[in-house]
């Protein structure tokens, strides 16, 4: 039936109004259009529908998969295409031999985990296993190991020392070992890895807190 085909009915005597006759025509037209484009009306009628929640999770999985587009081109979350590491930080040096930083230097480029020691290191992970590898049994945590060995003044450091940092609070809360030359070998958190920095370097000489050294 059409609109054209709708007339005014009478009821008990009366024609019915003019408006409503319209009414009913262009809600026959409305049926007729979901009629013939269901599809496009049941994807409109979803989209319309969908709560705060599903929209959310709707673009998180949009964000993900473009995150791991951009990962699996070598570049980091935020687009920016992955600096290679510096070669110079993946060196100890060995200096006089000393056995610690033979032991440290095999695990330079291992990844950084946090609560790790094993395949992959937090901080003071790493420098636990280094020192566990020469006879010395070292507390879990960095702030424990600050309060292990004799402190040592910044001009009187020798390779082989620990050298503390406060990067997450006012407390101890980052270690790593002194190889000498200004530098230090560390499971970093921002490099993602086990590696070579310097103490000059703006970002450890601001959070510096302290140095100790152990007996071996």
Do not use: W
């Not at 673009?59 to 290679?84: E, I, M, V, Y």
């Not at 990067?167 to 200004?182: A, E, F, L, M, P």
């Amino acid at each position: 039936m059409s609109a054209a085909d709708v007339r005014a009915p009478k009821l008990a005597g009366h024609p019915v109004p003019a408006f409503r006759v319209a009414a009913v025509a262009a809600l026959l037209a409305a049926v007729a259009a979901v009629a013939a484009h269901p599809t496009a009306a049941g994807a409109k009628s979803r989209h319309d529908h969908a709560s705060p929640a599903t929209a959310r999770a709707v673009h998180k999985s949009r964000r993900t998969r473009k995150t791991q587009r951009g990962n699996s081109l070598g570049r980091a979350p935020s687009g920016r295409a992955r600096r290679p590491p510096d070669p110079d930080q993946l060196v100890v040096a060995q200096g006089d031999g000393s056995p610690v930083l033979q032991s440290a230097a095999e695990f330079v480029g291992r990844p950084y985990h946090f609560g790790s020691e094993g395949r992959a290191f937090d901080c003071s992970g790493f420098v636990r296993r280094v020192f566990a590898k020469v006879g010395i049994d070292l507390p879990r945590s960095a702030r424990d190991q600050y309060l292990v060995g004799e402190r040592v003044a910044p001009d009187e450091l020798e390779p082989g020392d620990l050298v503390f940092f406060h990067t997450s609070r006012r407390t101890v809360s980052h270690v790593g070992i002194y190889i000498g030359d200004d530098k230090f070998v560390h499971a970093a958190t921002r490099g993602g890895q086990v590696q070579v920095d310097s103490l000059s370097e703006s970002y450890y000489a601001r959070r510096y807190l302290g140095a100790r050294r152990l007996e071996t």
